[in-house]
Every structure is written in C-alpha cells, then in structure tokens.
C-alpha cells in the first residue's frame, strides 16, 4: 500500500530496522513467516525484507490474518501508562517530598533500570531526575503562594537550605527571593497515533503543542520562554491531564471540540487569525483566501499564511483544515502526511 503520504515499503524497512520512533502511527509491519503485526519501534527481532509487508492501519493487517505482537502490543495506546509507575505517579503527586530510591523500586517489586527507561522515553529525564524537577516544581509553587524559603525548602524534601538555593537557581535563573512573580512554564510529552508531541502549558491554559521533529521546535519554546519571561521546566500541570484524555477521544474519533483552555500569545492579528482557525468546522477545510475573507481582510491571503504558520498548538487551533487555493494541501510544521491522516480522520475515511 503506497501512496503520496505512505512511505514506500523500503523506507518503512528501513524505519523498522532502525526502530524509528517518528514512524509511529505511519505504518504497520507484518511478517509473512510468523503471522503476527509489530510497531516500527518493536524490539523484536527484524525478518528479511521479503517476508515483511507494510500496511497504514491495525485493522489492515487483521482483516489480511495477521495478529498483533505480544512485544510490541500495536493494539495498546503508546502512551498507556503501567500500573505500577502510575502508583508512583499518585505517590508523587500526593508526597512529593518523599525521595522513591532504588532500592524502594525493588521493594515495589519494580525494576529501576525499566523504570528509568519508562520516564527516559515518556519524559526525555531519569526517573529520579523527575523527582528532582517535581520537587523544585513544588516549592516554586509554594514560593508563589507566600510560603517562606525555609518552609519552600524543607516542606519540599531538601535537607539544606543552601542545597535548595543552588538547586533552584540552577533550574529558574533566579534565587527563591526573586522569583515570587515569576511565571512558570510546565512542559510534558505525550504519545499520539502521529508520534510523540511536546506540551506546554501555564496557569492560564496550554500554550503549546508541537510535534517533536518539528523543525523550529527549539525556536518556538526559546520564543516563548521569552515573550513569557518563564522558565520552561518538566513537570505536571492540571491541564495536561484534560489534554491527554481530549487528544485520546479526537483520534479516537468521539471527539470533535476541544474545551481545554489555551494561552496563546501574539499579536492581536495572529490572535484573530488563530480564533479563526478554531472556527473551521470538524470534517471541513477552507483556503487561505476564504480565512482572508473571513477575517474581512481579503487581499492579506499571505500575512493570513503567515500566522497559521506561527500557531503553537497543533491539532487544538486546526491549521490542518486549510489548505491551498486550488484544494491541496499546502506547508503543515508537522510534515503533510500527518495534515493528511488528520483531514482522513476528520472526514471519517480512517479507520483504526
């Protein structure tokens, strides 16, 4: 099966041979000799690229009698968290204090070197330096609600104060004093059908969400740490929890509109272009120059492309839904395919 937006079958053995995780969600690999359908990412060993074919979707490879790899387990959200560090996750969130060594894991009945891998590949950090962060994470909180630096600190499970200071200016820029009015910027990642996705978000709403290879991605968070005067941190948010689930249910097909709040700062234009945007009915694409003329500003067609271009959050604000005035698809930050696939799911031609 190849089209303009599939990889041919050499790329796509070439992805599974390398394990390429941007190749999530594009494909699905079968193997002749075994019967059974992996991820690109599957750890299992590689057949020869005469008994492997190559389908866009799961439900392909089963209607063709394949059936899914124990291993790799395609069937199962990328994403899905085990059992067992969702605990830690609780444990964390309700005690952050507390310091979960490795010693602690085995006593859990969990192997460090899995968990560190888990946290490496959702977070992009160890697992303890995600204690760390969330610790630092905490106390910055409680600096802002008018706690004490002493309180923030030992309250927060360092044993020096010192310690805290040094620790906390290495994170923020700035000494716990100073940073009462500083404004925070969390930042998780996340698993999607189309690969992984980074997300940002403030006290005030989302304010990003890209695709990892984007292009500009190390451009944008350093602009928006800038225009926000915020550190960029690893950490937990109240709104990533709604994203996931909101994310979750639109490729799942169940869910049209978003609700979660988004913070999207820019110029007055690029916020009316992104309001837009959100307008653009589910299941439906407009050009450029119909967004012009929605805007009442027809002949600004270019300055309109110009500020889809600049929009932080995929998928949420839709610039997938625009596309060229002779009706193809035109630059998408996430690459066309994905503008594809997500026009496919919209319009209900995709199928899980």
């Not at 390398?18 to 750890?43: L, M, N, Q």
Request: glycine residues 8%; charged residues 20%; aromatic residues 10%.
């Amino acid at each position: 099966m190849e089209s303009l937006f599939f990889p041919s079958s050499a790329e796509c053995y070439q992805a599974l041979v390398a394990k390429d995780a941007t190749y999530e969600g594009r494909f699905i690999a079968a193997v002749k000799t075994t019967g059974i359908f992996c991820r690109p990412t599957c750890t299992a060993r590689k057949p020869k690229p005469e008994n492997v074919e190559f389908f866009a979707t799961a439900k392909q490879a089963m209607l063709r009698g394949y059936r899914p790899c124990k291993v790799c387990a395609p069937l199962r959200a990328p994403d899905a968290t085990p059992a067992g560090i969702q605990a830690l996750l609780e444990a964390l969130a309700q005690q952050p204090a507390v310091k979960i060594t490795d010693e602690a894991l085995r006593q859990k009945g969990m192997e460090p070197a899995t968990v560190r891998r888990w946290f490496q590949r959702q977070h992009g950090i160890t697992f303890q330096a995600y204690q760390r962060l969330n610790r630092i994470n905490v106390a910055f909180k409680k600096l802002q609600g008018g706690e004490s630096v002493t309180a923030a600190a030992f309250e927060s499970g360092y044993e020096s104060l010192s310690g805290f200071q040094d620790s906390f200016k290495a994170v923020f820029g700035v000494s716990p004093q100073q940073s009462r009015q500083q404004q925070l910027i969390q930042l998780t990642r996340l698993e999607t059908p189309l690969g992984t996705m980074l997300a940002c978000a403030t006290e005030q709403g989302v304010c990003l969400l890209e695709f990892t290879d984007r292009r500009m991605l190390e451009t944008e968070l350093k602009d928006l740490a800038r225009r926000l005067n915020a550190p960029i941190i690893q950490g937990d948010n109240p709104y990533f929890s709604v994203l996931r689930a909101q994310l979750a249910e639109y490729f799942a097909g169940t869910r049209q509109e978003f609700t979660v709040p988004l913070f999207t700062p820019g110029t007055p234009f690029q916020q009316a272009v992104w309001q837009e945007l959100q307008a653009i009915p589910y299941g439906t694409t407009r050009s450029y120059g119909q967004q012009a003329q929605a805007l009442q500003r027809p002949s600004a067609v270019r300055a309109v492309a110009s500020a889809n271009g600049m929009n932080r959050v995929a998928i949420l604000i839709p610039c997938h839904r625009v596309l060229g005035a002779d009706g193809h698809l035109t630059g998408y930050a996430g690459g066309l395919w994905r503008k594809q696939w997500l026009l496919d799911l919209e319009a209900g031609r995709r199928v899980a």
